[in-house]
């Protein structure tokens, strides 16, 4: 309790976290400009969201949704979470009337995203971040119809890339690239 330099060094942390954030938006900006995506008629491509928070499972997060749509049953929204202690997750968040076609996408382009290490949530809602056995499924060459069962009779489909915390070191100046990247493999996922 008396260490005032825990604080600090979190401090300089999360600052260094919210300006990866921001280039994660800068390039991503690019990519959304860029593609036609199939998204909800009432879908806006400036809307994003940065957010600060203590308490997800009791570690600091910070996050940016960007794009971002949550509306009426209906999500379009990239999420780029950084979660202390735990990894940097680049996520799909996809529920609404144009899920059965992104399903669709899914298993019919299923070769263009197996092998990007893609992992399919398992998770009962979209607010889940772990990953591994019980969590998340490989998007995997060999998976594919293990993938068109458990999304068959989802409500929603929640797609990641995770990086490990442990790597986020070395890698942190690669971070934007990798949410460019993620959404990229995702973009067969997504386009018509």
Not at 3 to 11: I, L, N, P, V
Not at 91 to 113: C, I, S, T, W
Request: proline share 6%; hydrophobic share 40%; with cysteine.
């Amino acid at each position: 309790m008396g260490d005032a330099e825990f604080f600090r060094a979190k401090a300089v942390i999360m600052r260094k976290v919210r300006d990866l954030l921001g280039r994660v938006h800068d390039g991503l900006r690019h990519e959304v400009a860029g593609a036609a995506l199939l998204t909800p008629p009432d879908f806006d491509p400036a809307n994003c969201q940065f957010v600060k928070g203590e308490h997800l499972e009791q570690c600091p997060y910070q996050y940016l949704d960007y794009p971002k749509h949550f509306a009426g049953g209906n999500t379009f929204t990239f999420r780029s979470l950084f979660w202390w202690g735990h990894h940097v997750v680049f996520a799909l968040l996809l529920e609404g009337p144009q899920l059965k076609q992104y399903k669709r996408n899914l298993v019919d382009r299923f070769h263009l995203m197996a092998g990007s290490e893609l992992e399919l949530s398992l998770a009962p809602d979209f607010w889940e971040w772990k990953r591994g056995e019980g969590y998340t499924l490989v998007l995997s060459h060999e998976g594919k119809a293990r993938i068109a069962a458990v999304i068959a009779e989802r409500s929603f489909m929640k797609i990641l890339r995770v990086v490990p915390v442990t790597e986020f070191g070395a890698r942190q100046d690669d971070l934007p690239d990798i949410g460019r990247e993620t959404f990229r493999s995702l973009l067969p996922l997504v386009t018509p």
